[in-house]
């Protein structure tokens, strides 16, 4: 465990640690994005990352599947660990691990394929056997999207609006059963209607997969989420860098925190 002073990690939790996020530094280039997190993510919960624009929630959210790999000159200083295994050990095969951890994004990134084609991929790249009609009917039921395109499906998902192309990619993630979802402010880009129809999917979803949202909605992280972590910035030798302030129940977060900054950004007075 890192011993940072900025970490606060939650108590009174009967936690299933499913990821843990043990980072003492993370760098584009040389410039340090991220310091000091210890930030066990719970089994089963939805969790959100909030904080103000640059204090590192995405670049954290892309660590747990390494998809900041993708990314030129990036490094991590420390671990994060999925069960208990480090997901950064030279050992551990991204593409299989990104198989367990799933990705949706702010603004829906459907290939442009058949809506079939759309959730079939990834369980045919991955050799999935078994019944592929039966499992894209599964995945777009799971994500509420079945009754809307179940006559359509070899129509091209670039025709869906921008809400059903959400839900198309929340299927596609879900084909292949992740135990985890890591969603990159997905309602950002929808009118609330849609947005509300996404966070009862998210509610459902977290029956049997856990979720980290990172989101600049305070009502929506209230609303959905059991823990909240709060990011800030902070000064380091003339440039920033992201820090985590207070974890805890999303209540405690909301209601009650601990430190004052985060009372002053969950309430708006933060400038
Ligand atoms: N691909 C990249 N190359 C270089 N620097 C990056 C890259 N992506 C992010 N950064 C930097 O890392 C820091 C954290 O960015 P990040 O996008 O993780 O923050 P964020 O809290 O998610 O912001 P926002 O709420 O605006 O999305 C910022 O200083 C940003 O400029």
């Known amino acids: 465990m890192i011993n940072s002073p900025t970490s606060t990690t939650a108590s009174n939790v009967d936690p299933q640690t499913i990821l843990h996020a043990q ?102 790249i991955h050799g999935l056997r078994g019944d592929l009609d039966e499992l894209v009917e599964r995945s777009l039921r799971q994500a509420a999207l079945w009754d809307e395109v179940k006559d359509k499906l070899k129509q091209n998902a670039l025709k869906l609006s921008g809400g059903q192309q959400q839900r198309l990619c929340i299927a596609r993630s879900l084909a292949i059963q992740p135990e985890v979802i890591l969603m990159d402010e997905p ?48 000064m380091q030798e003339g440039s920033t860098t992201g820090e985590l302030v207070e974890y805890d129940h999303s209540p405690v977060i909301f209601q009650q925190p601990k430190n004052h900054v985060t009372q002053q950004y969950v309430n708006g007075y933060f400038g």
């Open 187 to 234: 309602c950002s880009a929808l009118d609330p209607i849609t947005a509300s129809q996404i966070e009862e999917l998210m509610k459902q979803l977290k029956e049997h997969t856990t979720i980290i949202i990172v989101t600049h909605n305070m009502q929506q992280a209230a609303r959905l989420s059991q823990m909240t972590a709060f990011f800030n910035l902070e």
């Open 23 to 124: 980072v003492r530094g993370f760098y584009y280039g040389k410039s340090l994005a991220l310091r000091n997190i210890d930030l066990p993510i719970y089994k089963n919960q939805i969790t959100a990352f909030i904080g103000p624009s640059g204090c590192g929630k995405s670049t954290l959210l892309r660590c747990f599947n390494r998809l900041n790999d993708m990314i030129p000159e990036t490094r991590l200083d420390g671990q994060i660990l999925f069960k208990s295994r480090n997901v950064y050990h030279p050992q551990e095969d991204a593409l299989l691990l990104r198989r367990h951890i799933g990705m949706v994004f702010q603004k829906p990134n459907p290939f442009p394929k058949s809506i079939y084609d759309n959730v079939a991929f990834a369980p045919r």
